[in-house]
């Protein structure tokens, strides 16, 4: 259900991307989503929600990459930087729980990978 | 002869940027108008809608406020609210387990937005996706209760990072339920270590004052 939300903007994205790239191409071979380790998201349930929602779309038949980034933080406290636990946003350092995100909120599409078929007669 | 040639395209776009576009614009119409909005943010059963009752009735001789309802199905939780006097606005999102910028943007339109002080909207039951969409609030504030287990702030870290106060609710069953009150604060605490946590029984009217001067401090 989480992914659902998410999936149904990315495949939204894709298509308005799709329609913008001249000249058209053949077809979509794949799209790439790059997403922040914070949001949590199970790549394989969000590469199953694209397949089902680019069905009898520009995007039918391609495949989607989801890339995670992990989640780093800063303490305002005492100045630690690193990788962060996701689901303890306690700062490491000193025990405190004022963590600021640096990474791991990210979520955009990355790039598009696309067919062109030149179909000519000249030898 | 078909000649296949491969091409990438760098895209480099926000998925949530139609999103944030939406919820930008009505965070500037509310700022302008000196307009508060708040985002209750809690599981199905986790006690919203009566805590907006209560919260109503105590409020609504000091500050103007609307209600923007948040469901999936059905219109009892407007109906109750309605019941306050307060204008409230119900949003269908026929399946969808969140409310989105966009439909948030229109509904404040649809508000008598000159006569208003405070908005609250009720999302959708669920603590996870709305912790994700920004819909143009001043703060989310999530609604916890005692008889979901003391782990939550740690299976839903977003929500509780995200959130800028935590009302625990249905506390009149504190005596009767083995829960771990302390365990619970303290989760919270390394999820978000400065939130402030209002313990609110609807019942017995116990810990409201705290919140109502809390939701006060934000309007003035």
Same mark, same amino acid.
């Given at each position: 259900?989480?992914?659902?939300?998410?999936?149904?903007?990315?495949?939204?994205?894709?298509?308005?991307?799709?329609?913008?790239?001249?000249?058209?191409?053949?077809?979509?071979?794949?799209?790439?989503?790059?997403?922040?380790?914070?949001?949590?998201?199970?790549?394989?349930?969000?590469?199953?929600?694209?397949?089902?929602?680019?069905?009898?779309?520009?995007?039918?038949?391609?495949?989607?990459?989801?890339?995670?980034?992990?989640?780093?933080?800063?303490?305002?406290?005492?100045?630690?930087?690193?990788?962060?636990?996701?689901?303890?946003?306690?700062?490491?350092?000193?025990?405190?729980?004022?963590?600021?995100?640096?990474?791991?909120?990210?979520?955009?599409?990355?790039?598009?990978?696309?067919?062109?078929?030149?179909?000519?007669?000249?030898? | 002869?078909?000649?296949?040639?491969?091409?990438?395209?760098?895209?480099?776009?926000?998925?949530?940027?139609?999103?944030?576009?939406?919820?930008?614009?009505?965070?500037?119409?509310?700022?302008?108008?000196?307009?508060?909005?708040?985002?209750?943010?809690?599981?199905?059963?986790?006690?919203?809608?009566?805590? $907006? &009752?209560?919260? %109503?009735?105590?409020?609504? @001789?000091? !500050?103007?406020?609307?209600?923007?309802?948040?469901?999936? /199905?059905? =219109?009892?939780?407007?109906?109750?609210?309605?019941?306050?006097?307060?204008?409230?606005?119900?949003?269908?999102?026929?399946?969808?387990?969140?409310?989105?910028?966009?439909?948030?943007?229109?509904?404040?339109?649809?508000?008598?937005?000159?006569? $208003? &002080?405070?908005? %609250?909207?009720?999302?959708? @039951?669920? !603590?996870?996706?709305?912790?994700?969409?920004?819909?143009? /609030?001043? =703060?989310?504030?999530?609604?916890?209760?005692?008889?979901?287990?003391?782990?939550?702030?740690?299976?839903?870290?977003?929500?509780?990072?995200?959130?800028?106060?935590?009302?625990?609710?249905?506390?009149?069953?504190?005596?009767?339920?083995?829960?771990?009150?302390?365990?619970?604060?303290?989760?919270?605490?390394?999820?978000?270590?400065?939130?402030?946590?209002?313990?609110?029984?609807?019942?017995?009217?116990?810990?409201?004052?705290?919140?109502?001067?809390?939701?006060?401090?934000?309007?003035?």
């Amino acid at each position: 259900m989480h992914e659902f939300g998410l999936g149904e903007e990315v495949v939204k994205t894709v298509l308005e991307e799709m329609k913008r790239i001249s000249p058209p191409p053949h077809r979509l071979l794949s799209a790439r989503i790059v997403v922040g380790a914070q949001h949590r998201i199970v790549p394989d349930h969000m590469r199953f929600i694209y397949e089902v929602l680019t069905r009898d779309t520009l995007a039918a038949g391609s495949s989607l990459e989801v890339s995670v980034l992990p989640s780093t933080a800063l303490c305002p406290d005492c100045g630690w930087q690193g990788l962060m636990d996701e689901s303890v946003l306690l700062c490491p350092g000193c025990d405190t729980g004022n963590l600021r995100t640096l990474h791991g909120m990210e979520l955009f599409l990355d790039r598009l990978e696309v067919e062109y078929r030149d179909t000519s007669d000249s030898e | 002869m078909t000649q296949v040639t491969r091409s990438e395209i760098k895209v480099y776009r926000d998925l949530m940027g139609a999103n944030a576009e939406w919820a930008g614009r009505s965070r500037q119409m509310l700022e302008r108008l000196g307009i508060v909005m708040i985002n209750l943010i809690g599981s199905p059963g986790s006690g919203k809608t009566t805590l $907006l &009752e209560r919260t %109503i009735e105590r409020l609504r @001789g000091c !500050l103007r406020i609307a209600v923007l309802e948040g469901d999936i /199905e059905t =219109t009892c939780d407007a109906e109750r609210l309605n019941a306050l006097g307060v204008p409230v606005s119900q949003l269908l999102t026929g399946g969808g387990c969140h409310l989105e910028a966009k439909m948030i943007h229109h509904a404040l339109c649809d508000l008598p937005l000159s006569e $208003l &002080e405070m908005v %609250i909207v009720e999302n959708v @039951g669920n !603590l996870v996706c709305p912790a994700e969409f920004d819909i143009g /609030e001043l =703060t989310k504030v999530a609604v916890l209760s005692v008889t979901e287990g003391e782990d939550k702030p740690l299976k839903y870290p977003l929500l509780f990072h995200e959130a800028r106060a935590v009302v625990m609710t249905k506390t009149d069953l504190l005596p009767h339920i083995p829960y771990h009150l302390a365990l619970c604060l303290d989760n919270l605490k390394r999820v978000n270590g400065t939130i402030p946590v209002f313990q609110i029984s609807a019942v017995t009217g116990t810990g409201f004052d705290a919140w109502i001067d809390w939701l006060n401090g934000l309007s003035a």
